[in-house]
Nanobody, 124 residues
């Protein structure tokens, strides 16, 4: 089973960019579908982006489509979230998640493994 650890969060001005990374330890990373979720203060956790185990399916929420890009490097056990044109409403704690899922399950999951999250704050 893999374990996940996020990095790359921070404070950025509106319109700026950040690149989040999630490093996995453990075996069989390449078998896992991966996703980024976020939770803003006082709000429910929401799906942001997902990538299937074979990178054949990439899915984005409507709120980030065209601005965020998810990618993975199976050789290095890494998944990334490139975030461009950031807005104050993107402020949240971002967490990566992994699951042994088919491409059709990338949005709904269920994701069994979660990182602790990295905070992103976008100032106006």
């Amino acid at each position: 089973q893999v374990q996940l650890e996020e990095s790359g969060g921070g404070l950025v001005q509106a319109g700026g960019s950040l690149r989040l990374s999630c490093r996995a330890t453990g075996r069989y990373f390449h078998n896992y579908s991966l996703a980024w979720f976020r939770q803003a203060p006082g709000k429910e956790r929401e799906f942001v982006a997902g990538i299937s185990w074979n990178a054949g399916r990439l899915v984005y929420s409507d709120s980030v489509k065209g601005r965020f890009t998810i990618s993975r490097d199976n050789a290095k056990n890494l998944v990334f979230l490139q975030m461009n044109s950031l807005k104050p409403e993107d402020t949240a704690v971002y967490s990566c998640a992994a699951g042994l899922l088919s491409p059709a399950q990338v949005v709904e999951g269920p994701y069994e493994i979660w990182g602790r999250g990295t905070p992103v704050t976008v100032s106006s």
